[in-house]
């Protein structure tokens, strides 16, 4: 919250590159975690049901081998994925609410949630994986500039922030089963850590509702649509931007403007 305030003063850091990697990576490895994940969830879910997904002790389905260690690397990559903020702030852009909020409360509720040995935490980890897989991938692609590409990726700009809502439903269903039967069944019955069901319920409530309103004010006509001559001003501005100028709900998730531009800027909704 500070580091805006610091660098206010010096330029922009010309970060296009380490940017580009950095994306790739994450995509990749979060390619790698659901590749490792999803397929036990599935033949888990598929050989004994919901409720044991949601209520077993995980260290009797997924705690150990290859499905253990990429759910034990899902909870440590929630502090590299800090590093995302690092990037918008030398790049002197804005830290939007949503962003700072869901990546520190993710923090806190992964970190608790594994410290409690919570029983659903496959299913956070697996549907995560499944996501940022997709959506670093379109931040990868972004940020090449390439105008076809970026003409190809903004159209999919609705799916990602779909499946962002329909990973707030999920992972609410989830936790509201785990919350109904550790309440009328117990701990004993049903391995979920009380808090964490009630820090997980706030949670997915919060992000849905956020991500909503944002997808509803960029693809539902909530945001009135700016002039020819404010669309002109947006897209000079998009070409200098040392990111990637995404004008849509992935890139607003991030910020797309600078901490102090030279003059007011009003982003058209595509």
């Given at each position: ?78 502090i590299p994925e800090l590093v995302d ?141 700016a002039t020819k001559k404010e669309t002109k001003e947006v897209k000079k501005d ?33």
């Amino acid at each position: 919250m500070c580091m805006p305030v610091y660098l206010k003063g010096p330029p922009a850091l010309p970060l296009r590159l380490l940017w580009t990697l950095w994306n790739l990576f994450l995509s990749l490895f979060s390619w790698a975690g659901a590749i490792r994940t999803v397929p036990h969830m599935y033949d888990t879910l598929s050989a004994h049901g919901f409720k044991y997904t949601v209520c077993t002790n995980p260290f009797d389905w997924y705690s150990d081998g290859p499905v253990g260690l990429w759910t034990g690397l899902f909870i440590f990559s929630k502090i590299p994925e800090l590093v995302d903020t690092v990037f918008l702030v030398l790049q002197k852009k804005p830290v939007i609410f949503l962003h700072w909020f869901h990546h520190t409360t993710v923090l806190v509720y992964c970190w608790h949630a594994f410290l409690s040995a919570v029983g659903p935490g496959l299913w956070f980890a697996s549907m995560n994986y499944s996501v940022h897989s997709v959506m670093y991938l379109y931040y990868f692609l972004m940020s090449l500039r390439n105008p076809t590409v970026r003409k190809i990726c903004k159209m999919f700009a609705p799916f990602i922030t779909s499946i962002q809502l329909l990973q707030m439903v999920v992972g609410g269903v989830v936790t509201f089963w785990g919350a109904y039967w550790t309440i009328n069944e117990g701990t004993n019955n049903c391995h979920v850590d009380p808090a964490n069901y009630k820090l997980g319920m706030a949670m997915y409530v919060s992000y849905f509702c956020l991500f909503a309103v944002l997808f509803y004010n960029l693809y539902l006509g909530g945001k009135k649509k700016a002039t020819k001559k404010e669309t002109k001003e947006v897209k000079k501005d998009e070409e200098d931007d040392k990111i990637c100028g995404v004008v849509d709900a992935a890139g607003m998730f991030r910020g797309t403007s600078r901490v102090s531009p030279p003059r007011a800027r009003t982003r058209r909704v595509e």
